[in-house]
Nanobody, 126 residues
Framework: QVQLVESGGGLVQAGGSLRLSCAAS????????MGWFRQAAGKEREFVAA????????YYADSVKGRFTISRDNAKNTVYLQMNSLKPEDTAVYYC???????????????????WGQGTQVTVSS
């Protein structure tokens, strides 16, 4: 069993930056693909970014490409999402998730993730 805890959310002005962290406990993340998703009020949860367990593959939603960067530090059992040039439409609860398949993939599909954190709120003011 893997427990995931997100942190780093908050209130920021448009154009600003935040770095989200996802810390894992229970098991090492070194063989888990990791993803970030977000859910705005009244909307479905959507994919943001993913990284394979090796770190060699990454994948981004078109809406964040060039602004967000996903990375991981397996020694610290932590995954990060660096968010730059934030926009009001980035406002959402951000969730990290772990893919336990063992495949070295960066998948955008929610159903391929086995463990989820509780989320951290990101609010971008205009």
């Amino acid at each position: 069993q893997v427990q995931l805890v997100e942190s780093g959310g908050g209130l920021v002005q448009a154009g600003g930056s935040l770095r989200l962290s996802c810390a894992a406990s229970g098991r090492t993340l070194s063989r888990y693909g990791m993803g970030w998703f977000r859910q705005a009020a009244g909307k479905e949860r959507e994919f943001v970014a993913a990284i394979s367990w090796s770190g060699g593959n990454t994948y981004y939603a078109d809406s964040v490409k060039g602004r967000f960067t996903i990375s991981r530090d397996n020694a610290k059992n932590t995954v990060y999402l660096q968010m730059n040039s934030l926009k009001p439409e980035d406002t959402a609860v951000y969730y990290c998730a772990a893919d336990a398949s063992g495949n070295d993939r960066a998948t955008p599909w929610r159903y391929e993730y086995d463990y989820w954190g509780q989320g951290t709120q990101v609010t971008v003011s205009s």
